[in-house]
């Protein structure tokens, strides 16, 4: 495993998981995923979050090698979903005169997930509060709905660093190849896309706090360039497109609305569209295109009907959409179907329900394979779509 630092006192005990099947039993991670987990060494010793039960021992291991024999005064729990706290019970069993800190929502939500008596053990912070370490000090910053109830975030002042809970966080291992901005936003708009104005809430408080440096619990420790990723994360959470672009997602069984939606593809290209992202939603992964539809400003949905209703991944990916709060975008619309076509009305009605979005027209509607027609339609609803 790739060996990370963070500071001389703050130690990274983290896990790389790249055997997991489905992060959250949905999301593939083809290149892994982290638990981050701190310590802070000072006069006082605050273990910063545990890990995903998958990576339990292997981070006990961590934490006792560097405390070299030493007791944790301090567990200091941001979240408590079970990829961050999966393993405070063993720490808790293994250092029995450690303190638990957290705030209030935690303590009444732990013990849903244990079974250990908490009485004397727990110190309780709220907004504001801090946490002297010695020469170090956290600051607790609540997080509500930052995606969970109880979320928080800690600053320690001497050094700068904010300990970012799942903010910041991003899929893959510590030593994955790859550039942070696209499995970041995969990771955030699939994960956090529903609570848009609590982050924009986070982030206003934060703005107030001098940062040198991002711990997040998933992903790398961001040390430079920080104004990058807050940007990102401002842009993110505003439901503002990042970028000029059209997705064309497409629901195909025999392949006739896919290969409309390729010939779409080059028609949108011929006419000067800038960046144009196919996705096949039987087969291309579900999140990338939940995602995909939040970084650019256009998207095209593409649907066979199917049973008088929507082809499911169709289905699936507008469900998608409708709870991640997708909003502010223009929209087309293509439908297919050999004898009474549904899934236009059907998809129409998704985007009905949903903020700010421009259907864009003339809807489109495939009998079984493209006509001459359909060609000059979709010619139609790329110049609609392109127009400024
Ligand atoms: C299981 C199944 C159910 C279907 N249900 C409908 C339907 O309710 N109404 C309709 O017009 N076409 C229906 N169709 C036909 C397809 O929508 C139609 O053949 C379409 O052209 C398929 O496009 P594709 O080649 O992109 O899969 C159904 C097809 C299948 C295989
Ligand atoms: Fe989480
Ligand atoms: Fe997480």
Known sequence: MKEVTVTDSVLYVGCDDRDIDLFESQYRVPNGVTYNSYVIMDEKIAVMDTVDPRAMEEWMQNVERVLDGKGPDYLVISHLEPDHAGSIQRIAERYPAMKLVSNAKVFAMLPQFFNFDLTGRTVTVGEGDSLELGSHTLHFVMAPMVHWPEVMVEYESSEKILFAADGFGKFGAMDAEEEWTDEARRYFINIVGKYGPQVQALLKKAATLDIAMICPLHGPVLKENLGFYIDKYLKWSSYEPEEEGVVVACASIHGNTRKAMQRFVEILREKGAKNVVFFD????????????????????????????????????????????????????????????????????????????????????????????????????????????
């Open 281 to 388: 939603l039987a087969r291309d992964d579900m999140a990338e295109a939940v995602a995909s539809a939040y970084r650019y400003d256009t998207l095209v949905t593409a649907c066979c009907t199917y049973d008088a209703n929507l082809f499911p991944c169709m289905e699936d990916f507008l469900y998608h959409l409708k709870i991640k709060n997708f909003q502010n975008r223009k929209v087309g619309i293509v439908e297919n179907g050999s004898w009474a076509p549904m899934a236009g009305k059907q998809m129409r009605s998704y985007f009905e329900g949903m903020k700010n979005i421009r259907i864009a027209d003339p809807m489109v509607t495939i009998r079984s394979t493209m006509t001459e027609e359909n060609e000059e339609e979709m010619k139609a609803l790329a110049d609609a779509l392109l127009a400024k």
